[in-house]
């Protein structure tokens, strides 16, 4: 069975830092996009950020503009897994944050893998 798993969630406060891990299981993404996406209640699923495989050893990397500059996606191929560090984090950023994979882009159909999601809560 093919999976990711999110894990890292938890509360911060504002200015914190946490950091979101992505496992996949049961096939390699190594040369697949794999992103991260989130969603307030009320709201549409958001882009975060992609690592999309461009050629031999190097990733694209894309940001939303919410979080360019204060978040940073990361990739591990032998672990198989997706890193986001968040860094001085805004209420705004609360929510649950999902991880895709097997896909590319900046919409959630882009991908086939979906995360359960990790709750990340930004205390004011």
């Known amino acids: 069975q093919v999976k990711v798993v999110e894990s890292g969630g938890g509360l911060v406060q504002v200015g914190g830092s946490l950091k979101l891990s992505c496992a996949g299981h049961g096939r390699s993404f190594t040369g697949d996009g794999m992103a991260w996406f989130r969603q307030s209640p009320g709201k549409e699923r958001e882009f975060v950020a992609e690592s999309t495989w461009e050629r031999a050893q190097i990733y694209k990397i894309n940001y939303g503009g919410s979080v360019q500059g204060r978040f940073t996606i990361s990739r591990n191929k032998v672990l198989n897994t997706v890193y986001l560090q968040m860094n001085n984090l805004k209420h705004e950023d609360t929510a649950v944050y999902y991880c895709?994979?097997?896909?590319?882009?900046?919409?959630?159909?882009?991908?086939?893998?979906w995360g359960q999601g990790t709750q990340v809560t930004v205390d004011s």
């Open positions: 895709a994979a097997g896909g590319s882009g900046i919409t959630p159909a882009g991908y086939q893998y």
